[in-house]
């Protein structure tokens, strides 16, 4: 359904990616960079927008990153994304960033962010996207949240 404006579901977005945190991705104190770990929370994000749009996507925005605890040399970052909101030709994904220990399986949820992506045509311009449709009632206070954040971002651009 790569081109359908059909309403979707947001567990049709949803991705999961994990990675192992190797030396090349830390710091000299063994925490990674940052840096690395905004390349993959874009990378999970645009992939959920994708799944959702059925197009090609660039960034548009990232609203601010905390990062809460460290990522160690060794962790298993685990991101799950989704789509929290969609508007004509854009949308938000909520990434969520989780360290976990594969020998202990301790998890640390180390931050989440919220992305603003824009749908690309073949042409190269902004389309249009299919609805998102919140099916539980956790999706739907997500999404009055989303809402309110789009508002936000738009009145202070």
Do not use: C
């Not at 390349?39 to 660039?58: I, N, Q, S, T």
């Not at 991101?79 to 909101?85: D, G, K, N, P, R």
């Not at 508007?87 to 640390?108: C, D």
Request: charged content about 25%; cysteine-free; aromatic content about 4%.
């Amino acid at each position: 359904m790569p081109h359908s404006l059909e309403p979707r579901s947001v567990r049709a977005s949803r991705i999961s990616i994990a990675q192992l945190m190797q030396p090349e991705h830390a710091n000299n104190l063994g925490h990674v960079h940052g840096g690395w770990i905004m390349k993959l929370v874009d990378e999970a994000g645009a992939l959920a927008f994708m799944r959702h749009a059925g197009r090609r996507v660039v960034t548009v925005a990232i609203d601010s990153m905390v990062f809460r605890q460290p990522i160690r040399i060794g962790d298993l970052v685990i991101l799950e994304a989704e789509v929290t909101f969609v508007g004509r030709t854009s949308g938000e994904v909520e990434v969520q960033v989780v360290a976990e220990n594969p020998v202990t399986g301790e998890r640390t949820h180390t931050n989440t962010a919220y992305l603003v992506y824009v749908a690309l045509g073949d042409d190269g311009k902004p389309t249009a996207v299919p609805p998102l449709k919140a099916e539980t009632e956790a999706e739907k206070l997500r999404l009055e949240a989303a809402r309110e954040r789009q508002n936000y971002r738009l009145q202070n651009r």
